[in-house]
């Protein structure tokens, strides 16, 4: 699965490689790697492939979800692509609630006591994910785990997880990544050592 979905990644140009001619992050870092996700959603045959990836992996891992929730805004649509594929109630988390109304954070299906699965594009440095988690456990969510498309595998990442007591899985990671445009004959193997020492050099 890793490879294939790395493969889509690839093909629609979601994820791009480029260690010598690196993009400007919006926080001004210098990155030689791009990911936008949200592309996903404009190829048809793409975003059923993703989805049956995902779908296949909460299967695996978290077989009795009762709702399936998107983060905000990125998760939503693939959150619903899921849930109807699943047959579940869907919801999503705000990033903040709102500032009228009833007040919301959490918008959908209820969530109190119900075994719900977290739907991420992208877990970088895990941030906003664990607050949208957080948002779920607020709400008395039986939070089973997060599942994502791709990660860049930041190791400071990982450990926020495991300081939150939340498991995490990703459709497809950056070593795939690498991997499959080394074959493709994308990137060198010089350039691969430009990449991850420039995710090494985010953990700092």
Not at 135 to 154: C, H, P, Q, S, W
């Amino acid at each position: 699965m890793k490879q294939r979905v790395a493969e889509i990644l690839l093909n629609i140009n979601a994820v791009e490689l480029s260690p010598d001619a690196p993009f400007t992050w919006a926080s001004g870092i210098q990155s030689p790697i791009y990911c936008d996700n949200r592309k996903i959603i404009g190829d048809v045959e793409a975003r059923n492939e993703i989805a049956d990836a995902f779908v296949e992996q909460i299967k695996a891992q978290a077989p009795d979800a009762e709702v399936i929730a998107g983060t905000s805004t990125a998760g939503i649509p693939h959150a619903a692509y899921i849930s109807e594929k699943l047959g579940l109630p869907m919801c999503y988390v705000r990033g903040s609630r709102k500032k009228h109304g009833k007040g919301n954070q959490i918008e959908g299906a209820g969530v109190a006591g119900r075994k719900v699965v977290l739907v991420e594009d992208l877990i970088s440095t895990g941030g906003s994910c664990l607050e949208a988690a957080e948002a779920l456990k607020e709400n008395e969510a039986d939070l089973m785990t997060v599942i994502a498309i791709f990660t860049y595998g930041i190791p400071s990442a990982v450990k926020a997880f495991e300081q939150a007591d939340l498991t995490f899985h990703t459709l497809s990671d950056l070593d795939t990544l690498i991997d499959v445009s080394i074959r493709r004959g994308a990137i060198t193997h010089e350039q691969k050592d430009t990449v991850l020492e420039f995710r090494e050099g985010l953990s700092k």
